[in-house]
């Protein structure tokens, strides 16, 4: 009698552990009103983020930006000019082009407490990124405070963005990192090859939940580019990515300043040589492999500064 009667309760626990709950009228095949799911940390958010953005690479391609001394680009040279090297080895270069791509464009905006007396003077600038727009650029933004807000999906239209832009109000800390890994989740779904994060801030970040080395892996995993427009000073964090995927950061000291910065970028960020090779390492192992473009200088022509995406991962089996 007792171990037939523990088994009727072991087989009724079960049942209250395996079988959800469900609200509503059952019987007549209603779905659940609320399914709950543990929260994941960080780093599981980004594993699954990453899974996704590993493609097959055949042909790699190399964004580069050429400028002289005086920040000037360089947009006449010549692909001899150019010289490509994976982990140290040189790579033949089998497409070469110069010109303004469409762009499928985040805009990321400080919206924390310190931004409160630059709101205004931000947006406004802003409408200078559209004036070297072409047919088929899009665009989002990203608002971030104490946590990223995105604020609709792709537009072309520069007006929707800066009505969105209209509403954001100064207040909290700063999430730059989960902004980031937000706009990484969301340039999915363009439709450019050239996919470039702007973003604008006045600090560093002090609310995220992702920590800067997943953000460093999202980002080239990703295939960003990654510019910056630093009020006061250069984040330290905005200059390592810009680095590593061929972007640039530029600082205005004033908002005055704003309007000259956004021009630049808005330029440089369309302008752009595109370099593409096949990898003479054929081994799908999912390792990072780094790139380094090297620039000859025409004759009687002081150095130049390259930016240039510095690495990928390679494709896993």
Known sequence: MLPSLALFFFSMLAAAVYTPALTGDTEQGQQPNAIITPRKTAAALYERSASHLRLDVKMVLIPVTVTDAADRQLTNLTRDRFRILEDGVEQQIKSFSQEEAPVSLGLLFDSSGSMKNRIAASVESLRLLFQTRTAGDEYFVVQFADEPRLLGGFTSDPAEIHQRLGFVQARGWTALLD????SAHHMRSAVNRARVLLILSDGSDNNSRYSESEIKNLVVESDLRVYGIGLSHRPRL??????????????????SDLPDVVERLSREIRAQYLLGYTSSNPTNDGKYRKVKVEVAAPSGSPALHVSWRHGYFAPAE
């Open 179 to 182: 902004a980031i890994a937000l």
């Open 238 to 255: 905005l200059q390592q990515l810009a680095e590593i995927t061929g972007g640039k950061v530029l600082i205005a000291q004033n908002v």
